[in-house]
């Protein structure tokens, strides 16, 4: 079975595949794309979040990050859109959590993460108190705004999947002096390996975007 990625960032994007391709057990042909696709790093600075923006935080091919508006990126999505249905996916799943306007279109199944996380995680919180982990201090307010009118009590840290290790260390430990049900690890770019430490480190339950993404998409590539 094709299916097509997006990431709101620069394709391909290893670091998601090298956790999720086990998953679908050789019954996937990925394609990938990405909002951020053919750009220079001078070029993406001028996307940069003004007040009001929806922040995202993206992964380069160079393992760095970059933080920028939603709004810049939406036209170059769409046109991943129609490349991925042009090339024979069946379906796209988009490699970021975030947020997306009803605006972009498309022909096939288009799968959000988010989508997903909104409706699982309230079902594995018993007392609908949850732990969100973000990227960057800039998402706390919109992670905020945003959880809480899903599930009642939030708390929500920062901490960079693309940066240094000790950052993830330091979120997990500042995450076992909260209360909290179950911990989310609230980007694509969060790696088993960081979900195994927030859970060592805690003892919660912790939800991955990417494994979880995966594995609901492998119920159509199981046939």
């Known amino acids: 079975m094709k299916i ?20 679908f057990d050789g019954k996937a042909e990925l394609c990938e794309k990405g909002g951020l696709d053919g750009l220079t790093k001078e070029e993406i600075s001028e996307f940069k979040p003004e007040e009001g ?12 990050s970059v933080t920028f508006a939603e709004r810049f990126i939406l036209p170059r ?23 997306f306007p009803d605006t972009l279109k498309s022909s ?20 609908s108190s949850i732990i969100v982990v973000t990227p960057s201090p800039e998402q706390l307010k919109q992670s905020m705004d945003k959880w809480s009118q899903i599930v009642t009590d939030v708390k929500v840290i920062s901490a960079s999947p693309y940066g240094d290790r000790k950052e993830i260390l330091k979120a997990a430990e500042q995450a076992k002096g909260l209360k909290g049900d179950v911990i989310v690890l609230d980007c694509i770019g969060y790696s088993q390996e ?3 430490i927030f859970a060592r480190e805690t003892k919660k339950p ?18």
């Open 77 to 99: 999505l769409e046109t991943a859109i129609h490349e991925l249905e042009k090339e024979g996916a069946e379906l796209i799943m988009m490699f970021c959590t975030g947020k």
């Open 53 to 64: 923006d929806y922040i995202l935080v993206s992964r380069l091919n160079d393992g760095s």
């Open 206 to 223: 912790v939800i991955l975007p990417r494994t979880l993404l995966a594995r609901m998409i492998s119920e159509l590539t199981d046939r």
């Open 194 to 196: 960081m979900k195994e």
């Open 4 to 23: 097509g990625a997006i990431t709101v960032g620069q394709s391909p994007r290893t670091d998601v595949t090298a956790d999720i391709m086990g998953i």
């Open 108 to 127: 096939i199944p288009l799968i959000y993460p988010c989508d997903i996380l909104d409706r699982m995680v309230p079902l594995f919180s018993t007392n």
